[in-house]
């Protein structure tokens, strides 16, 4: 495994890669080949891939000014095995590195655009005494001032996402059991909060190693749906949605156990391809459709409550 880091990294940083990333991305060139030798370093399953299929994925981030470094939780490039049953044994034929859009990354583009003011999203508690009206599409907190790590642990009741226009907040909230049902309709990866194997073990996708982070991104990306963003926001939420949609793990539960290696959020999802035929087409993904009572800017329970902001005040968001 070291020595296929140590080739793929090498590849990389040859000159012939440099000045093939200098004539497109220019003084930024430097800083994107730096990052991917790092993202694969962390993830050493990146190193078995294509290296025209790595850079192709990771050039997706690149053209959208976002860094695919996983502390930094803007986008991810995650390595993705196909297997195939030979002679009786489960056996890994290809690995294809999948790009995944996070919402940190979801925040950025959609401040860059200068459409909308501060943007963010959070957890909600059951501390902070959430009621939400699905029809109106209408939300608010009784104890908005909870803090889970001053006045202890609550259980999570659900998701929050907000951005400002022209001074009003917006928001959108989704409870946890939509965020759940969601996710069991439109990952192909996610088989339920209690879900284990065979083993024991919790799948290692996105889904399951960040959940909190993967449930404010599917928030603020319904949020977003009718919110000011340019064509280019709009394309990177909508292969975000296929590229989530498209990842397979079918591994059968009497599949010998895959090693998965997860850094810093990056994960290596399997998919398993029975011999014959050699390809397995997979299910058109579902489409997902608009809510039909997404709120107004002049539906918003918060716009003239002077006293309803010192939660989203600690937020996560960008400046």
């Known amino acids: 495994?070291?020595?296929?880091?140590?080739?793929?990294?090498?590849?990389?940083?040859?000159?012939?890669?440099?000045?093939?990333?200098?004539?497109?991305?220019?003084?930024?060139?430097?800083?994107?080949?730096?990052?991917?030798s790092t993202v694969v370093a962390l993830n050493p399953d990146l190193a078995k891939t294509n290296i025209a299929d790595l850079t192709s994925i990771a050039m997706r981030a690149a053209v959208l000014d976002?860094?695919?470094?996983?502390?930094?939780?803007?986008?991810?490039?995650?390595?993705?095995?196909?297997?195939?049953?030979?002679?009786?044994?489960?056996?890994?034929?290809?690995?294809?590195?999948?790009?995944q859009l996070g919402y940190r990354g979801i925040i950025k583009l959609v401040q860059n655009t200068g459409r909308v003011g501060r943007i963010g999203g959070s957890v909600v508690y059951e501390a902070n005494k959430p009621h939400y009206n699905y029809v109106f599409d209408e939300f608010r907190m009784?104890?908005?001032?909870?803090?889970?790590?001053?006045?202890?642990?609550?259980?999570?009741?659900?998701?929050?996402?907000?951005?400002?226009?022209?001074?009003?907040?917006?928001?959108?909230?989704?409870?946890?059991?939509?965020?759940?049902?969601?996710?069991?309709?439109?990952?192909?990866?996610?088989?339920?909060l209690d879900y284990k194997d065979k083993y024991g073990n919790k799948p290692k996708t996105p889904w399951y190693s960040d959940f909190d982070a993967m449930a404010i991104k599917t928030v603020m990306k319904d949020l977003l749906k009718f919110a000011p963003k340019t064509t280019k926001v709009a394309q990177a939420m909508a292969e975000d949605d296929r590229s989530e949609r498209e990842v397979r793990d079918v591994t059968p539960d009497n599949a010998p156990q895959q090693q998965v290696v997860e850094a810093n959020n990056q994960t290596s999802a399997s998919a398993v391809i029975e011999p014959e035929p050699t390809t397995e087409t997979p299910k058109a993904p579902a489409t997902e459709q608009p809510q039909q009572n997404a709120k107004t800017i002049s539906d918003n329970p918060f716009a003239d409550d002077a006293n309803a902001g010192s939660l989203f005040n600690n937020l996560e968001d960008v400046k």
């Open 1 to 36: 495994m070291a020595n296929d880091v140590a080739k793929m990294q090498k590849m990389i940083n040859s000159d012939k890669m440099t000045k093939h990333f200098e004539d497109i991305l220019k003084d930024n060139a430097a800083g994107f080949l730096s990052g991917l």
């Open 66 to 99: 976002l860094s695919v470094l996983p502390d930094l939780g803007e986008a991810y490039v995650i390595p993705y095995d196909k297997n195939r049953k030979i002679d009786g044994k489960w056996v890994t034929t290809d690995v294809k590195p999948q790009f």
């Open 142 to 192: 009784d104890n908005e001032d909870y803090d889970p790590y001053v006045d202890g642990k609550s259980p999570v009741a659900g998701y929050i996402a907000f951005y400002y226009l022209d001074g009003e907040r917006i928001v959108k909230y989704w409870p946890l059991q939509r965020v759940v049902e969601h996710a069991l309709e439109f990952s192909q990866t996610f088989k339920g």
